[in-house]
């Protein structure tokens, strides 16, 4: 029933590794968005595609690479794992006619040691 | 870029008591502004929203307004409940922005105290 879901919701790995989390949504939407929330729980925007289209890229190191294989899915490649990069990412989904509304996943806390 | 505040970081209420959450922004051009709720372990949930030709609007027990003179609005929660607690998000966002991008604030952690 979970409108937006990501997996997995933990992942723990060694500085170095390249990993992956998966976002899928079955609203409908057609416009999808990564988050990263750090540890003061500030929200920041990484990336938004709208039907796979890459529309919002903000400043995020090229390690990072999204990649969208249909409008319902939204997956999110990191390369080179760095201690800096542990965080809860969110991914997000709207609808572009009323894109203003934005609704989130539960979340993936990753951890790199 | 759009800039959002928000103020204050922590809040503790006596259950029942009024919450007010309060938020500025810089781009006058902003026109939507959205609140969210987050609990503990879960992702930022959508609560109740404003477009910038609306004063106020309201949903049960909470409230928005917006100034847009002054570039402020704010969250109202009344008679507050335990199951109130958790960080609240304000965010704004400007159609100078692709992709209806959302600049949050940095969130207020509420405490309802039982």
């Known amino acids: 029933d979970t409108a937006v879901s990501q997996t997995p919701k933990y992942l723990v790995t060694q500085m170095g590794n390249d990993k992956s989390i998966k976002c899928e949504q079955n609203l409908g939407h057609d416009t999808m968005y990564w988050y990263k929330q750090d540890s003061k729980k500030f929200l920041k925007i990484m990336f938004s595609?709208?039907?796979?289209?890459?529309?919002i890229n903000e400043t995020v190191p090229n390690r990072f690479s999204p990649k969208s294989p249909d409008k319902a899915h939204l997956n999110l490649h990191i390369n080179s794992l760095e201690l800096g990069d542990s965080a809860v990412y969110f991914c997000a989904s709207s609808l572009r006619s009323r894109g203003y509304e934005q609704y989130f996943g539960p979340g993936t806390r990753l951890t790199v040691t | 870029g759009e800039n959002v505040e928000q103020h204050p970081s922590t809040l503790s209420v006596q259950e029942g008591d009024s919450a007010v959450i309060k938020c500025t922004y810089s781009?006058?051009?902003?026109?939507?502004f959205p609140w969210y709720k987050q609990e503990l372990g879960k992702g930022p949930q959508l609560i109740i929203d404003?477009?910038?030709?609306?004063g106020e609007k309201k949903d049960q027990r909470i409230a928005v307004t917006l100034n847009k003179t002054a570039k402020h609005f704010s969250l109202h929660i009344t008679e507050t409940q335990p199951e109130d607690s958790a960080v609240y998000f304000c965010?704004?966002?400007?159609?100078?922005?692709?992709?209806?991008?959302?600049?949050f604030g940095g969130g207020t952690r509420v405490l309802v105290k039982p």
């Open positions: 595609y709208n039907n796979k289209e890459l529309i």
């Open positions: 781009d006058s051009a902003s026109n939507y």
């Open positions: 404003i477009r910038s030709n609306v």
């Open positions: 965010a704004a966002r400007t159609p100078r922005a692709a992709g209806n991008k959302l600049t």
